[in-house]
């Protein structure tokens, strides 16, 4: 009788908490209701106190937008930016040995569709990890390392998020951990659906936090939060997925400290701190958490993705690919791409200049089809031709077309479409030729310029300034097999 008197005092308390969040109420930072269920944690642990900070970040696989993901080069290059948390996930070799990597095969990570499991660690060592193709070929190949590396490299760096990726290898997980005594720097991190192994890192002592990998209900997130000290939600790039506010109203009304998944952009802070979110997961934590000064130039040329610059769709397939002297190819395919350069913003205010090279690698097969440079937007949000992103401008193009015409063509609030401002003709690319194009903006008007290198003048296109956000984006703004667009020596230039 007085453990179900304790149970519907719990429940009622958590009702009323979830009823006052979703009233707006809010939660205070670091109040007592944020307290973890596990008795057996320190509250003067590392993790402990981690997860109580009114805004913390994590940063997702060792930063994986940025160096080449669960790899020591990456963990050890985050910790020493200051990243004071990572997320690690572990596998078990056939023969025993735990190894740090994210998914249970190597095809995308080496190519090879070989299963962890199936391996020794000998024959592991044959397939470095390879993601060149998403971060820069000045990377190069990486072995993938051990468990027992990692938590000598970074177990007394950084409070660790650590995840068995194999339900049986899960006690080995947390004996590794125990051994070296980082209970108290080590996050337990499970899914939802895959909870065999709380009781066995509860019994240990370790921290432990719950994740969803899609929306969930209030039910899922009661059951979570019961067996948890911290609550993961799923949190996509679009703010207006009511089901995704849904959950994280949810998660922060059982007054558990929050986590969001996966945060790419700075655009998707304000939003979710709003909410009550104060944990961010994020793959682009140089970017997202750390201090950065905008960059005066792109970075391609040095064989490495500067953190911020990130393409419009976040799949891995839609990440830009290399090219020679300094360039970058959008993904070539039948969707329009994208990639904001949120390694050179926010730009500072008027007057300034935009300068890009930019090249149709194909002979594109409409004269509607276009290269564009968005500018003057609001945040740095991923921007899609024809979408449309409530509350905020997606800004001011300067559209070069296939056909050699020159435009500049706003986009109103809450428009799907473009309204052209301004046109001239010019002659039409060669394929393969590189066009530089200008872009001065001044307080209220917006020059275009593009220079074959080829003509007496370039051509040149002038129109009223609609966007005067800090962000920018360069865009292939037409589909098909054979879309080619390449970018480089991008810069701004202060006047």
Same mark, same amino acid.
């Given at each position: 009788?007085?453990?179900?008197?304790?149970?519907?005092?719990?429940?009622?308390?958590?009702?009323?908490?979830?009823?006052?969040?979703?009233?707006?109420?809010?939660?205070?930072?670091?109040?007592?209701?944020?307290?973890?269920?596990?008795?057996?944690?320190?509250?003067?642990?590392?993790?402990?106190?981690?997860?109580?900070?009114?805004?913390?970040?994590?940063?997702?696989?060792?930063?994986?937008?940025?160096?080449?993901?669960?790899?020591?080069?990456?963990?050890?290059?985050?910790?020493?930016?200051?990243?004071?948390?990572?997320?690690?996930?572990?596998?078990?070799?056939?023969?025993?040995?735990? @190894?740090?990597?994210?998914?249970?095969?190597?095809?995308?990570?080496?190519?090879?569709?070989?299963?962890?499991?199936?391996?020794?660690?000998?024959?592991?060592?044959?397939?470095?990890?390879?993601?060149?193709?998403?971060?820069?070929?000045?990377?190069?190949?990486?072995?993938?390392?051990?468990?027992?590396?990692?938590?000598?490299?970074?177990?007394?760096?950084?409070?660790?998020?650590?995840?068995?990726?194999?339900?049986?290898?899960?006690?080995?997980?947390?004996?590794?951990?125990?051994?070296?005594?980082?209970?108290?720097?080590?996050?337990?991190?499970?899914?939802?659906?895959?909870?065999? *192994?709380?009781?066995?890192?509860?019994?240990?002592?370790?921290?432990?936090?719950?994740?969803?990998?899609?929306?969930?209900?209030?039910?899922?997130?009661?059951?979570?939060?019961?067996?948890?000290?911290?609550?993961?939600?799923?949190?996509?790039?679009?703010?207006?997925?009511?089901?995704?506010?849904?959950?994280?109203?949810?998660?922060?009304?059982?007054?558990?400290?929050?986590?969001?998944?996966?945060?790419?952009?700075?655009?998707?802070?304000?939003?979710?701190?709003?909410?009550?979110?104060?944990?961010?997961?994020?793959?682009?934590?140089?970017?997202?958490?750390?201090?950065?000064?905008?960059?005066?130039?792109?970075?391609?040329?040095?064989?490495?993705?500067?953190?911020?610059?990130?393409?419009?769709?976040?799949?891995?397939?839609?990440?830009?690919?290399?090219?020679?002297?300094?360039?970058?190819?959008?993904?070539?395919?039948?969707?329009?791409?994208?990639?904001?350069?949120?390694?050179?913003?926010?730009?500072?205010?008027?007057?300034?200049?935009?300068?890009?090279?930019?090249?149709?690698?194909?002979?594109?097969?409409?004269?509607?089809?276009?290269?564009?440079?968005?500018?003057?937007?609001?945040?740095?949000?991923?921007?899609?031709?024809?979408?449309?992103?409530? *509350?905020?401008?997606?800004?001011?193009?300067?559209?070069?077309?296939?056909?050699?015409?020159?435009?500049?063509?706003?986009?109103?609030? *809450?428009?799907?479409?473009?309204?052209?401002?301004?046109? @001239?003709?010019?002659?039409?690319?060669?394929?393969?030729?590189?066009?530089?194009?200008?872009?001065?903006?001044?307080?209220?008007?917006?020059?275009?310029?593009?220079?074959?290198?080829?003509?007496?003048?370039?051509?040149?296109?002038?129109?009223?300034?609609?966007?005067?956000?800090?962000?920018?984006?360069?865009?292939?703004?037409?589909?098909?097999?054979?879309?080619?667009?390449?970018?480089?020596?991008?810069?701004?230039?202060?006047?």
């Amino acid at each position: 009788m007085a453990a179900e008197v304790v149970a519907h005092t719990a429940l009622s308390r958590r009702s009323v908490f979830r009823a006052a969040t979703l009233l707006g109420l809010g939660l205070a930072s670091g109040s007592a209701t944020s307290a973890c269920s596990n008795s057996s944690i320190s509250a003067q642990s590392p993790s402990h106190q981690f997860l109580s900070r009114g805004r913390y970040f994590i940063a997702q696989r060792g930063a994986s937008d940025e160096a080449p993901e669960h790899t020591l080069a990456a963990y050890s290059r985050i910790a020493d930016r200051g990243a004071e948390a990572i997320s690690v996930a572990v596998h078990r070799t056939r023969d025993g040995i735990l @190894v740090c990597h994210e998914d249970p095969t190597l095809s995308r990570t080496s190519g090879q569709n070989i299963a962890i499991a199936d391996v020794t660690h000998d024959e592991l060592s044959n397939h470095p990890v390879d993601l060149t193709r998403w971060v820069g070929p000045d990377w190069g190949m990486h072995p993938i390392p051990t468990f027992s590396e990692v938590l000598e490299r970074l177990g007394k760096r950084a409070v660790l998020f650590v995840e068995s990726k194999d339900p049986e290898a899960t006690t080995d997980v947390i004996g590794a951990v125990t051994a070296k005594q980082l209970g108290g720097t080590t996050v337990f991190t499970q899914p939802f659906t895959a909870r065999e *192994g709380e009781s066995a890192a509860r019994k240990a002592g370790l921290t432990i936090c719950t994740y969803f990998s899609s929306h969930a209900t209030g039910a899922e997130i009661d059951e979570a939060a019961d067996g948890s000290d911290a609550i993961g939600i799923f949190a996509g790039v679009r703010r207006e997925n009511e089901r995704q506010q849904t959950s994280i109203q949810g998660a922060v009304a059982t007054g558990k400290p929050v986590i969001a998944w996966s945060v790419k952009r700075r655009s998707q802070l304000p939003y979710l701190a709003e909410a009550g979110v104060r944990g961010f997961l994020s793959s682009s934590w140089s970017y997202v958490a750390g201090p950065s000064e905008p960059s005066p130039h792109d970075t391609f040329s040095t064989g490495r993705i500067a953190p911020g610059d990130l393409a419009g769709n976040n799949s891995s397939s839609a990440a830009p690919e290399w090219g020679p002297n300094g360039s970058i190819l959008l993904a070539t395919g039948a969707s329009p791409q994208s990639i904001s350069m949120g390694s050179m913003c926010p730009v500072r205010a008027a007057p300034y200049v935009i300068t890009v090279e930019a090249q149709f690698g194909a002979a594109p097969p409409l004269a509607s089809d276009h290269l564009a440079v968005v500018i003057g937007r609001d945040d740095d949000s991923a921007y899609r031709l024809g979408a449309v992103s409530p *509350g905020t401008t997606q800004g001011q193009l300067v559209v070069l077309r296939s056909t050699g015409d020159l435009e500049l063509r706003s986009i109103p609030e *809450g428009n799907a479409l473009s309204i052209l401002q301004s046109s @001239v003709a010019g002659n039409k690319p060669v394929v393969g030729q590189w066009l530089t194009l200008r872009i001065i903006v001044k307080p209220d008007s917006v020059t275009a310029e593009c220079d074959s290198g080829q003509e007496p003048e370039p051509t040149t296109v002038s129109a009223p300034r609609t966007a005067f956000g800090g962000y920018f984006t360069l865009a292939r703004n037409y589909s098909g097999a054979n879309a080619q667009a390449s970018f480089r020596n991008i810069s701004v230039a202060y006047r």
